[in-house]
């Protein structure tokens, strides 16, 4: 049985730093693409951030790039969000994903599995 778990979320003020983890078991985990998406109170699933099987390439929503930083540790099955410079608009659920086939990472659609989520509250 597959099952993606999140942790490291929490309350933090504007400009803080947060580093969100996704432990993965269940599957093979080198044969899956991870992603982190987000999804506020009232506002739609959006992709955060991605990368590959091989850890080779990421990918970025424009409102996150160059404050967030996705990374995967194959030996440990952790796939890490570490988000930096945090806005009062970060703030929402946080959710892993993985996905076996590359490419359109912001499809949710094209998703496996899906962890449960972890809350990010940032004050203003």
């Known amino acids: 049985q597959v099952a993606l778990v999140e942790s490291g979320g929490g309350l933090v003020q504007a400009g803080g730093s947060l580093r969100l983890s996704c432990a993965a078991s269940?599957?093979?985990?080198?044969?899956?693409?991870m992603a982190w998406f987000r999804q506020a109170p009232g506002k739609e699933r959006e992709f955060v951030a991605a990368?590959?099987?091989?850890?080779?390439?990421?990918y970025y929503a424009d409102s996150v790039k160059g404050r967030f930083t996705i990374s995967r540790d194959d030996a440990k099955n952790t796939a890490d969000l570490q988000m930096n410079s945090l806005k009062p608009e970060d703030s929402a659920g946080y959710y892993c994903?993985?996905?076996?086939?590359?490419?359109?990472?912001?499809?949710?659609?094209?998703?496996?599995?899906w962890g449960q989520g972890t809350q990010v509250t940032v004050s203003s």
């Open positions: 269940g599957l093979i985990f080198t044969r899956y693409n």
């Open positions: 990368v590959s099987k091989n850890g080779g390439s990421t």
């Open positions: 994903a993985a996905k076996f086939y590359s490419g359109n990472y912001a499809q949710i659609s094209s998703y496996d599995y």
